[in-house]
């Protein structure tokens, strides 16, 4: 009778075989104690099992060796060896619940190693073939790159179509070889003696492991080893990379973190992958000839195939509300629970299946991807220009972009409506895509032409409130960029004003509701994301302070320009890091219009040669509130590779007076902390003065004076950076408790330039009382309930019966 193997089930179960007893529990013997196994062919190798508590002889003294084994007491040897645990449903025709087997054989089935006969039934009681048990180890074991020539046996031919591959790999590993008469003899049962060889061998040459590991740390590597139960990328590897490599994982591997740089999974075989990881998208890639039997993925998934030899993505399920991505083929893909979004941006899905509790989901299938059937039992919207070649719908309300090749329209369903096509929205860099260039420009392609909200024409200084670029997450930092739109209004280009950061997430955010379409139909959120590399694609040139910016320090003496590769003269000589050349010749600085005389600053470059320092004269400080400009001349200088450096420079604005804001106090018993923060680097003073005193003017505030040139009752002052929160402690002798005060305060920066002097209202703490109690003689304790710091009156209070006096003991501070 022909039997039905899944090729791509787990290797796992082999090394279990052969570390089990067979039968129902018996007493343990040592091998030295069976009466039967003494200069048998297979003493050796018996001994070791039992010794490994992998098998058992009998009561009688006897280990049996030649005696055969049933299908069950095989699976119980495999689950004892490998120590899987899970158990799941099954449904043979032929196994009670109360079986001794029962669980073994559902612990087998879950684990992916076994399946059953086309009539239903698993046929326990019958003996187990030397190929059944070759293709149950095959799904256990790690075989990538273990093969053999299977006419080296003179009985090849006899060998199941079934369990060919199977042979040849677990052959290959040789752990199943030939009998002296040059045959393999795949009919035959297996006996004790061969599965203790067996089982011994693999204990000893195979990495199994029971446990259940969690990858936490970027660049894990798993390789060549069995996990009986599962294998979890945990949360914390956030968007690191792991990889399974030549691995059994017979429970589940579980996906909670890794990003686009991606966990892969290559040349290996998977019973169960669940994709779950709630902090962004994460990327599963099948390569070689990996086995991965069912994979469920819910939240914001990319699955991808590479270089397949094996069955890949067997079966994949989508759960409600679920974001995925698939590149490759995939036999089977369904979609399990409500408004599920599904691309397949590349490849093909062999079977698409839409169930019933697929409510509002859609799908879209870009011009590479081919669907060969779709089931459709929910109300569903295909989108995209690839092609499904044949339909079955069995509900209503399905629409369609492109039409299907063909379709049937089953019990219960409706032809499916065209549908206008939806605007797209195509991102470069991709969705997802990683190692982008530090240099790179973002663009956004939309299918329509768009205005904005109100139909009037988009410009490029309406984009900033369109989209945004966002550093490592959606509600990050916003990113500056220069942007522009072209003049058909469907493509807009956003240049960082700087490079972007190494080995770093941003995202693309835009708006919902800030634009039209030529339809008149308002646009969608939309989110895409990459991360950078290290690298640039061109010559990266980098000022500081950045083109643009405002309320640079006056008082700053030094500014940079930062070049991605090394520089040369224009005629290829070298630098020297004080080189005239480079004052005299490349660098340009101006103050408006007018250039900044070459005796007021000085200009090196690094030993690298990469990075340019234009340095000020003490003598010479910047002027408040000006533009001034910094760069390099054309035709001036080269890279080491011979490239021309074009000319480049970047703008910028000197703050104007220093200003202090949020302003505010924190008072004390007797004391008061002043707080403020400062536009710019500097010094601020602060006096505390009586609450009706007059406001002393800045110079008064740096010597600590009041407006009468007295001294202040407290004073400090501070150094400060720009723009970070300064805290400012007054203490004095003279600051009393539950008074009235005004704090003054000016913040003076390093050119001298004086802030508006600013003031806020103080007023210390009063005494308190620290605690409170009333305790009677009658030994109840303290009777006083409810106290508080600031209660004054507590009313009346009882006393105990037979009280005495009370204690009244209070405490200030």
Request: glycine share 8%; proline share 3%.
């Amino acid at each position: 009778m022909k039997r039905s193997f899944n090729k791509t089930i787990g290797c796992l179960a082999v090394l279990a075989a052969f570390l089990i007893a067979f039968a129902a529990p018996s007493e343990s013997y040592g091998a030295s104690s069976f009466s039967d196994t003494k200069d048998h062919w297979a003493e050796q190798s018996i001994e070791t099992a039992v010794a490994r508590g992998i098998i058992k002889g009998y009561t009688d003294g006897r280990f049996r060796p030649d005696a055969k084994v049933s299908r069950a007491e095989f699976v119980s040897m495999l689950n004892r060896a490998l120590g899987n645990t899970s158990t799941g449903t099954m449904d043979f025709d032929d196994i009670s619940g109360s079986a001794w087997y029962y669980y073994d054989v559902a612990k087998a089935v879950t684990a992916g190693y076994v399946d059953g006969f086309n009539d239903g039934t698993f046929r326990p009681d019958h003996l187990i073939t030397r190929q059944e048990a070759a293709v149950m180890l095959s799904r256990v074991l790690p075989t990538h790159g273990y093969s053999t020539n299977l006419s080296r046996f003179s009985d090849y031919r006899t060998i199941a179509d079934w369990a060919e591959e199977a042979i040849s790999s677990v052959s290959g590993k040789g752990y199943l070889s030939g009998y002296t008469d040059g045959k393999v003899h795949p009919l035959d049962a297996l006996t004790r003696a061969q599965a203790a060889k067996i089982i011994s061998e693999i204990a000893e040459e195979e990495n199994i492991s029971a446990s259940d590991p969690v990858i936490k740390k970027d660049g894990t590597k798993l390789t060549g080893r069995i996990y009986a139960n599962n294998v979890t990328i945990h949360r914390d590897l956030d968007d690191g990379e792991a990889i399974l490599d030549n691995c059994v994982v017979l429970g589940k591997l579980i996906v909670q973190g890794g990003g686009d740089n991606t966990v892969t999974v290559n040349n290996s075989r998977v019973i169960n992958a669940l994709v779950d990881r709630s902090a962004g998208q994460v990327r599963l890639l099948a390569k070689g000839s990996t086995a991965i039997l069912n994979t469920v993925c819910s939240e914001d998934f990319a699955l991808e195939t590479s270089g397949l030899s094996g069955t890949g993505f067997e079966k994949i399920s989508c759960t409600s509300s679920s974001n995925g991505i698939l590149k490759g083929s995939f036999p089977y893909v369904s979609i399990d629970g409500a408004s599920a979004d599904l691309q397949l941006v590349s490849g093909t899905i062999t079977t698409l299946d839409v169930n019933s509790a697929a409510r509002r989901s859609n799908i879209t299938l870009d011009s590479r991807a081919v669907v060969s059937l779709a089931n459709v039992r929910a109300e569903s919207y295909f989108h995209g220009t690839g092609t499904v070649s044949d339909m079955q719908v069995y509900a209503k309300g399905v629409t369609y972009e492109t039409k299907p090749k063909k379709w049937s329209i089953r019990s219960g369903g409706q032809t499916p409506a065209l549908d206008d096509p939806e605007l797209s929205v195509t991102f470069s860099p991709v969705r997802g895509k990683t190692n982008v260039y530090l240099d790179t420009a973002i663009t956004i392609t939309f299918s329509s032409a768009m205005r904005e909200d109100d139909g009037s024409t988009i410009t490029n200084s309406e984009l900033p409130g369109i989209v945004t670029i966002r550093k490592g997450s959606t509600g990050g930092s916003a990113v500056a960029y220069t942007g522009s739109i072209n003049s058909a209004k469907t493509v807009m280009t956003l240049t960082p004003s700087t490079p972007l950061l190494e080995d770093t997430r941003y995202y693309i955010v835009v708006k919902a509701g800030t634009m039209i379409d030529t339809d008149g139909e308002e646009n969608e959120a939309m989110t895409s994301y990459f991360n950078t590399g290290s690298d640039t694609e061109k010559l990266l040139v980098t000022y500081v302070p950045v083109h643009g910016e405002t309320a640079v320090a006056a008082d700053r003496k030094s500014f940079t320009i930062s070049f991605s590769e090394g520089l040369t003269k224009y005629n290829g000589t070298s630098l020297s890091t004080g080189d005239s050349y480079l004052k005299s010749s490349v660098i340009l600085f101006r103050r408006g219009n007018t250039n900044v005389g070459v005796s007021d600053y000085t200009v090196s470059i690094n030993s690298a040669r990469t990075r340019i320092t234009i340095t000020l004269d003490d003598d010479y400080d910047l002027t408040l509130n000006t533009n001034y400009t910094i760069g390099v001349k054309a035709s001036t200088l080269k890279t080491t590779d011979g490239e021309a450096v074009p000319a480049s420079n970047a703008t910028w604005k000197t703050a104007g007076l220093p200003v202090l804001s949020s302003v505010g106090v924190v008072a004390g018993e007797t004391s008061v902390t002043f707080k403020a923060t400062p536009n710019v680097s500097g010094r601020i003073y602060a006096v505390l003065l009586p609450a009706d005193a007059a406001a002393p003017t800045a110079a008064r505030i740096r010597d600590g004076k009041d407006a009468a040139d007295a001294a202040a009752i407290a004073a400090v002052n501070a150094a400060t950076p720009a723009s970070g929160a300064a805290t400012l402690p007054l203490t004095g002798e003279g600051i009393t408790r539950d008074t009235a005060y005004k704090v003054y305060a000016v913040l003076y920066d390093g050119s001298g330039n004086a802030s508006q002097v600013v003031s806020t209202p103080a007023t210390t703490e009063p005494l308190k009382l620290k605690s409170l109690t009333v305790v009677p003689d009658t030994g109840t304790g303290d009777i006083l309930t409810g106290f508080k710091p600031e209660t004054l009156d507590y009313g009346t209070i009882v006393v105990p019966n037979g009280t005495s006096y009370v204690e009244v003991t209070a405490e200030a501070n």
